[in-house]
Each structure stands twice: as C-alpha cells, then as structure tokens.
C-alpha cells in the first residue's frame, strides 16, 4: 500500500511559480511511474506530467511544456512539480499518482488558484 500526500497549492497571481510536493510512504518508491493529474471544475482529470522509475524520461501535456517540470527523489520518495509562468486556466486540483502495473494510487489532491 502506498499512500501520496500532496503540499504546496495556493493562490497565486498571474505569472508567479509553485513547487508542488508528493510525499509517499511505503516502500521501494523507486518503482512507481509517478505523475501529476489536475482537475478543473467541471472538466475532466488530465495528466500534466509524468516521470520514469529512475528519472530519466519525462512526459509532459502541451499547455505546460516549458512551463512546468516534474522532478523526483527516490532518496526521499518525493516527487515534486514546478510550475513557472502560471496562467489562470491552470487553475485546478492536482493529484499525485503513483503506478506500477495494476497498482494504482492517488493523493488528496491540492488546490491550485492563479488569479488574473
């Protein structure tokens, strides 16, 4: 059982930056794919990035390349977002997600708000 506890929502202005944080328990953290999600009101869940077992290969949404970075500390089984030049359509509840195969886990989510 792994669980995901996510940090570092908030409001922020237009143009600011954030540093997300997922913090795992459980063990061998190192072999989850891990990825963040977000969810706008009334829109569906979409992934924004995701991350290799070792770090070494990153996948990110269009709305957020060159934006947003997904990093990861196995040392520390975090995995972390930065998100630059926020814009208000990235207003949203992030969601961390751990994989491995059929397991799947998710956090609480944390609340994102960029005002204009």
């Known amino acids: 059982q792994v669980q995901l506890v996510e940090s570092g929502g908030k409001l922020v202005q237009a143009g600011g930056s954030l540093r997300l944080s997922c913090a795992t328990s459980?063990?061998?953290?190192?072999?989850?794919?891990l990825a963040w999600y977000r969810q706008a009101p009334g829109k569906q869940r979409e992934l924004v990035a995701s991350?290799?077992?070792?770090?070494?290969?990153?996948n990110y949404a269009d709305s957020v390349k060159g934006r947003f970075t997904i990093s990861r500390d196995n040392a520390k089984s975090t995995v972390y977002l930065q998100m630059n030049s926020l814009k208000p359509e990235d207003t949203a509840v992030y969601y961390c997600?751990?994989?491995?195969?059929?397991?799947?886990?998710w956090g609480q989510g944390t609340q994102v708000t960029v005002s204009s």
């Open positions: 459980g063990r061998m953290f190192s072999i989850y794919v």
């Open positions: 997600n751990a994989l491995l195969g059929s397991q799947d886990y």
């Open positions: 991350i290799s077992r070792s770090g070494g290969s990153t």
